[in-house]
């Protein structure tokens, strides 16, 4: 494919073409300008017939991620080794992105940085995508002319909290999806299964038993209110999330039950410790000073006890405390974790022992989520069993009652 150069403004837009050389032979290419005319004008002393020109659209697409910029940080980290400038590096990752708002965001970036505006003052303009841990990083990357390294270490950070996430969310998702889609057998059975054999029943003239009873007397309510039933639950699960994103107390309420939730509580508590030890970890080795990198730390943990623990310690260290006994007085880090950091800033290197214990973390979270999709399957097997088979056999008591009198 071939791309033609112009003198770029910050707002232009970029155009695809096509056309004929001068040869006859049909040539591609993409192009940024400030309008078709500028594009055909700029092709045609290059000796290219145009045929066709059309700007390229922005809209639409999906929502950008965290793994959109995480790939992005990754991409453009290994373009700058190679020594790939930056602003031809943006376009590349641009062009090869999928996502119609990732290169609109991208784009944006370059016209800024076009412009003179430094990489990571661009990036403070996009607090959605880029927050105040990623553009610290970059900042003292190009403070200190290392801004290839930071980007590497930017996005092996990334990545691994990436995985623990995706570790935690894999754990948690397949309970949840079992429990959801036995509530709609349980509902289907009560509204339209139950019902039936009511009728038979009926006919019958006896006494049913006891669990027959109650079964039928829970479809009757399902059948009655299956409307309150689903507004009530829906509605409910709706504004206990929405209550939990907007109000701070309810954040920290929960944050603190999840971590004293069995078996999973640990597994969170380990995954956020992994998360606070290597954010900690990446800004302490960019050379962003203690009391700077704690504020982003709190926030990457994904975790208001954690949070609120941070802005703790980052007191105590702003008037002189070592960072050991400040972690030491909030009282939610393991032993290890303490030891760790204790031995690096005797010896000096608390990034180092702070990654090591990220790693610690990171391959505990890594077996508690092997271990626990091995222990989940059966343990629903068994609920599953116990909630249906309960059912079906409260059905066919009264069978079993009636063959035992003929």
């Known amino acids: 494919m071939a791309t033609a150069a112009l003198t770029k403004n910050p707002k232009d837009a970029i155009f695809e073409w096509e056309g004929k050389d001068r040869n006859g032979k049909i040539v591609r290419g993409e192009i940024r300008a400030g309008g078709e005319a500028v594009v055909s004008a700029s092709l045609r002393r290059q000796g290219i017939l145009v045929n066709k020109v059309r700007k390229r659209r922005m809209a639409g697409g999906r929502s950008i ?25 943006f376009d590349i990752v641009g062009r090869g992105s999928t996502n119609p708002r990732m290169t609109k965001l991208l784009n944006d970036i370059r016209s800024d940085v076009e412009t003179g505006t430094s990489l990571s003052a661009s990036f403070r303009k996009h607090p959605l995508h880029f927050d105040s841990l990623y553009c610290n990083l970059v900042e ?83 059948v009655s209110y299956w409307w309150a039933i689903f507004g009530l639950l829906f509605g409910g699960i709706y504004f206990f999330f929405e209550s ?38 990446t800004m302490f080795a960019a050379g962003v000073p203690l009391v700077e990198a704690l504020d982003s730390v709190g926030g990457a943990s994904g975790n208001a006890v954690y949070q609120i623990a941070t ?13 050991t006994t400040s972690m030491t007085s909030t009282g939610v880090f393991p032993t290890m974790v ?69």
Do not use: C
């Not at 965290?66 to 930056?86: E, H, N, W």
């Not at 703790?312 to 702003?318: E, F, R, W």
């Open 338 to 406: 303490l030891q760790m950091a204790a031995i690096g800033e005797e010896s000096g290197s608390l990034d180092h022992m702070l990654a090591k214990a990220a790693e610690f973390y990171e391959e505990e979270v890594d077996e508690m989520v092997k271990g626990l999709s091995s222990l989940m399957e059966p343990f629903i097997i068994v609920i599953l069993g116990v909630i249906i088979g309960g059912i079906v056999v409260s059905m066919y008591l009264p069978i079993f009652k009636l063959g035992a009198v003929v």
């Open 65 to 89: 991620k965290q793994r959109d910029i995480a790939i992005f940080t990754r991409q453009l980290s290994t373009m700058m080794k190679a020594g790939v400038p930056l602003l031809q590096s």
């Open 311 to 323: 802005e703790q310690i980052q007191k105590d260290v702003s008037t002189g405390s070592a960072l």
């Open 140 to 222: 003292a990357g190009e403070a200190g002319g290392i801004l290839e390294a930071l980007l590497d270490r930017l996005a092996i950070y990334q990545e691994k909290t990436l995985a623990i996430k995706q570790k935690i969310k894999g754990a948690l998702m397949y309970p949840i999806a079992v429990l959801v889609v036995a509530f709609v057998v349980v509902t289907v059975i009560m509204i339209f299964v139950i019902p039936a054999f009511k009728e038979v029943f009926t006919s019958f003239g006896g006494e049913l038993p006891a669990p027959t009873l109650f079964v039928i007397a829970l479809s009757e309510f399902f």
């Open 244 to 281: 939990w994103k907007r109000s701070e107390k309810m954040q920290v309420a929960m944050d603190r039950l999840l971590l004293k939730v069995p078996v999973f509580g640990e597994l969170i508590n380990k995954s956020v410790i992994a998360r606070w030890t290597r954010t900690l970890s």
